[in-house]
């Protein structure tokens, strides 16, 4: 594992195996500064609750997550393009930020707001008094802050903490066609909350030679997932950042496709530096120039997740609702 100081960017390599406790105080030996450190959670100590328990939940439909340990794959980028994409084609949409750095909420230009920790611990009365309704129509906002932080600590392998987030859904999910979840780049409360919640799981991949690593670790995870809280699962694969003058990135598309036949998009978004300049402006991209290729892209990822035909032709089934 890597750990790093906080003061002086110092990274130290552990080993893994010698560190017993899921946090503790670590010495920076270059700079002397004290600072917590905390050790990746591992798949195999996550507790899980019975089955029967997520039966009985099991009751929310069009719940999409995007997820992939892996940071900087284009989770956020996806959740937020891909939900306006699903709002334009007349679909009710909420975004749920589920990630601590609250880059879904600041890509849509929001920055002080309440989060699910507030909901949970006071600050807001209840999940819906803290939704935005965005200026684009049809699409809501659950935002998030630095706050959110916090829950790992206090919730994390507390008695069936997976299953908060669905339960605080449940009075507004009525209100939506599709929730759509991003996620933090580790396994904590904030993801595995997200995927006992949702019906499908976007993994973002990009076609870079450690992807097929990264994707190994989700669908392992995924599999405890339904197994344990969440039976109704499905995982999809998606290629993002795809750049079609690159062979590297040709050959990590066939090989990826190879190793997960079935389970792929058949939608890949492409590089598009609009994309990052949108960023920049508080919007998706295809507010920011409606012709982007990677925002037309998203567009046909939603008609894909919606069963509509496909440029090839293809009619494809919807893969929710
Ligand atoms: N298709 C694309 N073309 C070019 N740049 C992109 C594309 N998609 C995303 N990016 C850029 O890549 C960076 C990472 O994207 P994003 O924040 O969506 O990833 P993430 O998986 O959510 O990251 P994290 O793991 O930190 O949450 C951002 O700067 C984003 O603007
Ligand atoms: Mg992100």
């Not at 937020?80 to 679909?91: E, M």
């Not at 002080?112 to 008094?129: D, I, K, P, T």
């Not at 908060?164 to 859904?169: C, F, G, H, M, T």
């Not at 792929?264 to 949108?278: C, H, L, N, S, V």
């Amino acid at each position: 594992m890597i750990v790093v100081c906080p003061s002086c960017q110092t990274q130290y390599d552990l080993d893994e195996r010698l560190v017993q406790e899921p946090s503790f105080i670590a010495r920076c030996s270059k700079c002397q500064h004290l600072f917590s450190a905390y050790r990746p959670v591992r798949v195999e100590e996550i507790r899980f609750l019975d089955l029967a328990a997520a039966k009985s939940r099991d009751d929310l439909a069009n719940i999409l997550a995007i997820s992939n340990q892996k940071g900087g794959v284009a989770k956020t980028s996806t959740c937020l393009n891909l939900g306006l994409s699903l709002a334009r084609q007349g679909k009710r949409v909420l975004l749920v930020d589920f990630d601590v750095q609250a880059n879904l909420t600041i890509s849509l230009g929001y920055k002080e707001s309440v989060s699910f920790y507030e909901v949970l611990n006071g600050g807001a009365n209840s999940l819906e008094e803290a939704l935005i309704q965005t200026k684009y129509p049809n699409l809501w906002l659950f935002p998030s802050n630095k706050n959110m932080v916090l829950l790992n600590k206090k919730y994390f392998g507390a008695p069936n903490f997976e299953f908060v987030l669905k339960d605080r859904l449940l009075p507004i999910k009525a209100r939506f066609d599709f929730i759509v979840i991003d996620t933090p780049p580790s396994i904590e409360f904030l993801t595995l909350n997200a995927l006992t919640t949702a019906h499908l799981i976007v993994i973002p991949s990009q076609c870079d030679y450690l992807s097929a690593h990264g994707i190994d670790q989700i669908l392992k995870l995924i599999g405890l997932i339904k197994a344990k809280t969440n039976p109704s699962i499905t995982p999809r694969v998606l290629m993002t950042m795809f750049d079609k003058e690159s062979t590297a990135s040709k050959m990590i598309c066939s090989k990826l496709n190879r190793l997960y036949a079935g389970m792929i998009f058949e939608t890949i978004i492409e590089m598009d530096p609009r994309i990052r300049e949108a960023q920049i402006l508080g919007m998706p991209v295809l507010e920011y120039n409606s012709q982007s290729k990677a925002g037309l892209q998203y567009v046909q990822l939603a008609k894909e997740i919606l069963g509509q035909p496909q440029p090839n032709g293809s009619a494809a089934q919807p893969i929710v609702g």
